[in-house]
């Protein structure tokens, strides 16, 4: 079995297309959510996602500030233009959708979530410190998280005492030998300074975690931001992966 794992899509749709067309058959898609913010194409991120095989979509911080009208004070100034932007041009169909989202998914082999199994939508796991904490929070030997935009991955040891943590650089495989929590990155703002488009392959039978990084045309996603109105910021950062 092959799992395809996304998160912060971001509506960059160029992106999301690259890593599709890039990606051979998968027996089924993790979605790890924020589908929208500071992209130009929420609505195309949305309509390509909801056509996935087999998929599980969760909702994200900014799924949740467009969908709703809560927490959008925990935004900074340009994301918050971008949640408005979102807001404005998302189709009827596509915000109820978002506001379906679930925050949690827990099968019998892994957690899903976006932020961290403790606080499912908005915590960020960077700190080994805190991922440390947050092993407490599921009963899965995995969880998949999306959010710091960041390959990372944390491993604890048996005895439950040291967490581990590899920020995965480029294309890599991990073998997966004890309980983890696994982010496949950002397909479109990934923040580790390589800008290219990233994710995540998991086999459960071979236990093994793949990250793919894959190009797209960055330009044509900085034209379409400069000309819907979002933060020049926005743009630039796309160039450089920050
Ligand atoms: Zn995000």
């Excluded at 932020?115 to 009963?139: C, H, I, K």
């Excluded at 998949?144 to 960041?150: I, N």
């Excluded at 030998?177 to 290219?196: F, K, M």
């Excluded at 034209?223 to 926005?234: H, T």
């Amino acid at each position: 079995m092959r799992v395809l794992v996304l998160s912060d899509i971001h509506a960059n749709f160029t992106a999301l297309e690259a890593v599709l067309a890039s990606v051979v058959t998968v027996d089924a898609v993790w979605c790890l959510g924020d589908l929208v913010g500071y992209g130009p194409d929420p609505n195309e991120c949305i309509d390509r996602i909801r056509l996935l095989p087999n998929l599980t979509c969760l909702m994200g911080n900014h799924d949740a500030a467009v969908s709703g009208n809560k927490n959008i004070d925990k935004f900074n100034e340009e994301a918050e233009k971008s949640i408005q932007f979102t807001r404005k041009v998302i189709t009827p169909q596509n915000l109820a959708y978002l506001k379906k989202l679930p925050e949690k998914v827990v099968t019998q082999m892994v957690t899903l979530t976006h932020g961290s199994p403790r606080n499912p939508v908005w915590e960020y796991l960077v700190e080994p410190f805190t991922a440390m904490m947050n092993f407490a929070y599921f009963n899965t030997q995995l969880a998949f998280v999306g959010h710091s935009h960041l390959p990372i991955s944390f491993t604890i040891d048996p005895g439950g005492e040291k967490v581990y943590r590899v920020i995965i650089e480029g294309n890599q495989e991990l073998k997966i030998t004890s309980r983890a929590i696994l982010n496949p990155g950002s397909i479109g703002q990934p923040r580790d300074h390589d800008p290219r488009a990233s994710f995540g392959i998991f086999d459960p039978e071979e236990s093994t975690w793949n990250i793919h990084r894959v190009e797209y045309d960055i330009e044509a996603v900085q034209k379409r931001i400069m000309s819907a109105g979002l933060p020049e910021r926005q743009s630039q950062r796309l160039i450089d992966g920050w």
